[in-house]
């Protein structure tokens, strides 16, 4: 059993004891094929936070700063991890993620790139656009609508897959296939909130 399955239940139960978490949608995750999940990105709680709501195990981008830390390198890359150099354009972790969801597997990024704790999106990085665009990959957006506050409740929300078959067809840009991600993330906050 991998360290990821083994800790899912038990981040979960804990998760649901103190943060009272819903999920919504949940349905809207294929269960087959690569799937690249984009999502606000409130606290360093999100990854395993939508770890514990989705129903396919994960990969991730973290800092590579986080990689320096010895033990927590160790943690994080069993737990899928994948290093990004944050503030220019990292090579690997482009080759990494389009590999690993040309494998079938799910990718979850932050389209914002650093974390935003207000209901209104930043503009979106295009990396999650050039990913849209260039993979086959099923685009699911995804929005954390919560404080992180203990006890008081969390919803993790699944929107449907995107089709980006036209985009594709006109070979548009990563930055306009990354807005309509954000504006589909966008929706699913202002539908949710409460």
Do not use: W
Not at 159 to 175: M, Q, T, V
């Amino acid at each position: 059993m991998s360290l990821y399955s083994f800790g899912k239940p038990i981040v979960s139960g804990l998760f649901k004891l103190f943060f009272r978490y819903k999920v919504i949608g949940e349905e809207n995750v294929p269960k087959d094929g690569g799937v690249l999940l984009c999502s606000n990105h409130l606290s360093n709680f999100d990854p395993p936070m939508i770890g514990c709501a989705c129903p396919r195990e994960l990969s991730f981008m973290a800092k590579a700063e986080l990689f320096k830390i010895p033990l927590l390198k160790q943690l994080i890359t069993r737990l899928n991890a994948i290093p990004v150099k944050r503030g220019h354009s990292d090579r690997q972790a482009f080759k990494m993620t389009m590999k690993l969801l040309e494998e079938g597997k799910t990718m979850t990024i932050f389209p914002e790139g650093t974390r935003n704790k207000t209901d209104q999106l930043k503009k979106g990085l295009s990396g999650a656009g050039f990913f849209a665009l260039r993979t086959n990959a099923h685009v699911v957006p995804c929005a954390i609508i919560g404080s992180y506050k203990l006890f008081k409740p969390i919803k993790v929300v699944f929107g449907e897959p995107i089709d980006f078959s036209e985009l594709k067809s006109r070979k548009a840009k990563p930055a306009e296939a990354t807005e309509i991600i954000m504006t589909h993330i966008q929706a699913l906050i202002d539908q949710h909130k409460s």
